[in-house]
């Protein structure tokens, strides 16, 4: 993990850079299909969906919650994954809604910059190494 300044520029970038954003899903979606079926499954797309860490509340503390309402939370964010509703979730789905999800931040972030903690690895992470590389490049 890593402390970076980003705003909403740097996601809105990275997600309008098809390239990069492309490969980005790509890796990421080929990460989560462990048995390689081109499909993601709900068990392969929980554990992502369980690194969003919807249930913590303040830098790392994690508040327990009802089983059931986790269970809900989950399934709702699934579903929200599945546009045809067939239980998978394929690689066009993934990127539509992972972009929409990105956007969405964006859009809440503002144009004023915040610094956050990010994980390797993670679509922000990878939005602010595009960000800094074109700024070396210039």
Do not use: C, W
């Not at 997600?15 to 499954?41: K, M, P, Q, W, Y």
């Not at 546009?83 to 979730?89: E, I, P």
């Not at 859009?107 to 800094?132: H, T």
């Amino acid at each position: 993990m890593s402390v970076e300044v980003l705003d909403s520029a740097t996601i809105v970038n990275f997600v309008e850079d098809e390239e990069a954003f492309n490969v980005s899903i790509r890796d990421r979606f080929a990460h989560l299909d462990t048995n390689h079926d081109g499909l993601l499954s709900y068990a392969e797309l929980l554990k992502e969906l369980q690194s969003l860490r919807v249930f913590e509340t303040h830098f790392g503390i994690d508040v327990k919650a009802d089983p059931k309402e986790v269970a809900h939370v989950y399934d709702s964010l699934f579903v929200q994954f599945d546009h045809d509703s067939n239980g998978t979730v394929d690689l066009e789905e993934f990127k539509v809604e992972t972009k929409r999800m990105m956007l969405g931040m964006a859009n809440g972030m503002g144009f004023l910059p915040v610094q956050m903690l990010l994980e390797e690895g993670s679509f922000l992470k990878k939005a602010v190494e595009r960000e800094s590389s074109k700024l070396l490049a210039a």
